[in-house]
């Protein structure tokens, strides 16, 4: 893996992120798009209100985006990036158990629709945890419980095996990845609780002893992914720049809120590249 710092990390492979890594490409800048799951406009059946390609499915649609990225050489990774460190003059990611280094930031990571978990919120820092491999350590010869929602989350199970926790992974069905030492229960968390600290995890109606649970959902809330970003009703606050509260970062797309269409997804991930190429040249980049 290539550690040099990057000029822009685009966190998200969608509409927005792709037309935020093709504009910055072509201004000259270095640019890696974090996160290659299918997005939502993979879902859409039909989209006739996208101008001059009316009819495509969502689908043909992003393949046609991602297929111009990549003659630029620009290729989505596959991963989720857990949390972003502001570091002064940079940012450290983690993307999928990798530090990446970038000056700046483009989030374009969609809306994230999960409603918290029963006591989800209450024990956040206090034995629920969203990243692996940011917090394994704690963990180290204790019950854990992983509820695996994203693609890279039996990865992150098989790592905290390996560090030395007792894991057991939740999910609808058992991932072929996932170490065959680790316990698997089907179904969904339904709520954690206890009392100073976290003791315990239900699943299918049953409560579990667990010190630690780790929810990997495929998207986390920004503020979440970033503490200190400006929200207002859940979206990420920008203004016409696409520029956050926080210097270096920007956002574009579904994050940014209504309309949720890839139009304006698209045009929002322009002004974000370019915005974002104006500051790295504004610092000399
Ligand atoms: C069924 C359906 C039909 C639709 N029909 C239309 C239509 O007809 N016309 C229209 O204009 N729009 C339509 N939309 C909406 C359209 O799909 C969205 O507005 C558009 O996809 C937004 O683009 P985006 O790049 O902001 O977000 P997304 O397309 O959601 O992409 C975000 C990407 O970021 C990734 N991601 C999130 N968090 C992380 C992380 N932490 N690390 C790494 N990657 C991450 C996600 O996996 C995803 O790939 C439809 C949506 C749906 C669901």
Redesign the pocket.
Known sequence: MEQKMLDCAV?????????AAVNLHQRGKSVRV?????????????????LGLPGLS?GEM?RAFAGHAAQLGIR?EP????NILPMGDHFMLN?SGDILEARTVVL?????KAKPVEGETEFLGRGVSYCATCDGMLYRGKAVLVWGLSPEAAGEANFLASIGCRVRFVAAKRPETLDAAIEFLPGSLQGVGGGMKLEWARVAGQQHAADGVFILR???APDT?LPGLSLANGFVTVNRSMATNLPGVFA?????GA????????G??LIAGLSAADYLSASGV
Do not use: H, M, W
């Not at 966190?11 to 037309?19: C, E, F, K, T």
């Not at 974090?34 to 996208?50: H, I, T």
């Not at 374009?108 to 994230?112: E, K």
């Open positions: 966190v998200g492979g969608g509409p927005a992120g792709l037309s974090l996160g290659a799951a299918p997005g939502f406009l993979e879902k859409a059946e039909r989209v006739d209100n996208y969502g992003l989505p991963g989720r990036v857990a993307f374009a990571c969609g809306v994230a495929a998207a986390i992914l574009a797309g579904d994050v940014t309309p949720l269409q890839v139009a304006k997804a698209v929002e991930g």
